[in-house]
């Protein structure tokens, strides 16, 4: 298990498309038809239960072959339980074949298949040189400066195109303001910067040192927000992320129990009276090698 269950990946979901900035995706499906591949490769890091493949395979416009790469095997099982039921949603037509789900959208064909992996300790499993493209989404902030620099290696090595989204850049608004906002903001940022795995985590720091590596080896980079913004009606999310906050700075700093139990009870009050809302810092990146 890695922490993230399906079902926060399905309540995020919702924000992150809503989030991305849709120019980039655009870049990336045009750089993607640049190279002309018949059948598009794609490899999905931290693919979760697939989120990022049911937003880039509609716009994508080709034929289209995907790994959905994960460590977690309860999110693996939950990729083509939740592709079928967006399929059926869409109403395309999909089959199921062993770890391979393959959805008929009209005039393209888009073939899923997931892949267990642990992208801290095994990345080199992964050739690069077998696809066209890597993209990935929440996943880059829990990385170390040292796992960005191979990963960068061999993207740069294989000219692949990147599209990284939703990384988080360490700014959090809640509105209105409440005087432990600073700790509670304090704490998580600490959090954030923690070993997940990879080594002490970049945090908000990664699409900078991303966009730094890729921009010396020639890369062309764009960086644009893509900001959640939780309204006053989003009260499942606005709980969730309270208590979330609660919960990450008392394991930073269990003596400030009285005041995050303070914090949690007046944010509570707020979100019932629909009087909170929430904003979150993301980045998108996009990198394109020199050729495109
Ligand atoms: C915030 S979730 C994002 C999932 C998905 N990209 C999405 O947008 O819904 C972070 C993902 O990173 C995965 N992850 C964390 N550590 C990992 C590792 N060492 N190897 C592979 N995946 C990992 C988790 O299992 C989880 O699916």
């Given at each position: 298990?890695?922490?993230?269950?399906?079902?926060?990946l399905?309540l995020r979901e919702p924000f992150d498309a809503a989030a991305r900035d849709r120019e980039l995706t655009?870049?990336?499906?045009?750089?993607?038809?640049?190279?002309?591949?018949?059948?598009?490769?794609?490899?999905?890091?931290?693919?979760?239960?697939?989120a990022n493949?049911r937003v880039l395979?509609?716009l994508?416009?080709?034929?289209?072959?995907?790994?959905?790469?994960?460590?977690?095997?309860?999110?693996?099982?939950?990729?083509?339980?939740?592709?079928?039921?967006?399929?059926?949603?869409?109403?395309?037509?999909?089959?199921?074949?062993?770890?391979?789900?393959?959805?008929?959208?009209?005039?393209?064909?888009?073939?899923?298949?997931?892949?267990?992996?642990?992208?801290?300790?095994?990345?080199?499993?992964?050739?690069?040189?077998?696809?066209?493209?890597?993209t990935t989404t929440a996943f880059l902030d829990?990385?170390?400066?040292?796992?960005?620099?191979?990963?960068?290696?061999?993207?740069?090595?294989?000219?692949?195109?990147?599209l990284a989204t939703l990384t988080v850049d360490g700014r959090r608004v809640?509105?209105?303001?409440?005087?432990?906002?600073?700790?509670?903001?304090?704490?998580?940022?600490?959090?954030?910067?923690?070993?997940?795995?990879?080594?002490?985590?970049?945090?908000?720091?990664?699409t900078?040192?991303?966009?730094?590596?890729?921009?010396?080896?020639?890369?062309?980079?764009?960086t644009m927000s893509s900001d959640w913004h939780v309204g006053?009606?989003d009260?499942?999310m606005?709980?969730?992320m309270?208590?979330?906050?609660?919960?990450?700075?008392?394991?930073?700093?269990?003596?400030?129990?009285?005041?995050?139990?303070?914090?949690?009870?007046?944010?509570?009050?707020?979100?019932?009276?629909?009087?909170?809302t929430l904003n979150i810092g993301h980045i998108d990146l996009l990198?394109?090698?020199?050729?495109?």
């Amino acid at each position: 298990m890695s922490g993230f269950s399906a079902d926060w990946l399905r309540l995020r979901e919702p924000f992150d498309a809503a989030a991305r900035d849709r120019e980039l995706t655009l870049g990336f499906a045009a750089a993607l038809k640049h190279r002309q591949p018949e059948q598009c490769r794609i490899i999905d890091l931290a693919a979760g239960s697939g989120a990022n493949f049911r937003v880039l395979a509609p716009l994508l416009n080709v034929d289209q072959d995907w790994l959905l790469v994960d460590c977690d095997p309860a999110l693996l099982n939950a990729q083509a339980e939740e592709i079928v039921h967006w399929s059926q949603r869409e109403t395309w037509r999909c089959e199921k074949l062993n770890q391979s789900i393959t959805v008929h959208a009209g005039m393209s064909t888009w073939r899923a298949h997931a892949w267990s992996l642990d992208l801290a300790q095994t990345l080199d499993q992964l050739d690069f040189t077998a696809c066209d493209a890597v993209t990935t989404t929440a996943f880059l902030d829990i990385v170390s400066a040292d796992w960005i620099e191979t990963f960068c290696q061999r993207l740069v090595r294989s000219q692949l195109p990147l599209l990284a989204t939703l990384t988080v850049d360490g700014r959090r608004v809640w509105t209105p303001g409440h005087p432990s906002d600073a700790l509670i903001e304090a704490a998580f940022r600490r959090h954030q910067t923690r070993n997940k795995g990879f080594g002490p985590a970049l945090g908000p720091l990664a699409t900078t040192q991303i966009a730094n590596r890729l921009s010396a080896a020639g890369y062309t980079v764009t960086t644009m927000s893509s900001d959640w913004h939780v309204g006053t009606m989003d009260r499942e999310m606005l709980r969730r992320m309270a208590e979330e906050s609660v919960a990450v700075a008392l394991e930073t700093d269990p003596s400030a129990a009285a005041l995050c139990d303070d914090w949690l009870a007046q944010r509570a009050t707020q979100i019932d009276a629909g009087a909170l809302t929430l904003n979150i810092g993301h980045i998108d990146l996009l990198a394109l090698p020199s050729a495109q």
